[in-house]
Nanobody, 115 residues
Framework: QVQLVESGGGLVQPGGSLRLSCAAS????????MGWYRQAPGKQRELVAI???????NYGDSVKGRFTISRDNAKNTVYLQMNSLKPEDTATYYC?????????WGQGTQVTVSS
């Protein structure tokens, strides 16, 4: 069993930045994939960014060039640096991890972009 705990969400003005963190309850070294998804009210959950165990990354089209995913294996933590935030980035952001064909989700952290 793996627990994922997100933090770092909040209210930010358009054009601002936030960094989300996802702390795992065990070593992330063997995770096949870790990443971030988001879900806005009335919309489907969508991919934001993922990183494989080989450090390959993939981003959703709407965040390319603005968001960066990274990880610190020593801290069992994955990060999402979000720059140039837009009101349409407002959503609940969920951490996701895949280990031995099992998918794990965090409880989510709210990001609100508004002036």
């Amino acid at each position: 069993q793996v627990q994922l705990v997100e933090s770092g969400g909040g209210l930010v003005q358009p054009g601002g930045s936030l960094r989300l963190s996802c702390a795992a309850s065990r070593s992330i070294f063997r995770f096949v994939v870790m990443g971030w998804y988001r879900q806005a009210p009335g919309k489907q959950r969508e991919l934001v960014a993922i990183m494989t165990s080989g450090d390959s990354t993939n981003y959703g089209d709407s965040v390319k060039g603005r968001f960066t995913i990274s990880r610190d294996n020593a801290k069992n933590t994955v990060y999402l640096q979000m720059n140039s935030l837009k009101p349409e980035d407002t959503a609940t952001y969920y951490c996701n991890a895949v280990l031995q064909s099992v998918i794990y989700w965090g409880q989510g952290t709210q990001v609100t972009v508004s002036s």
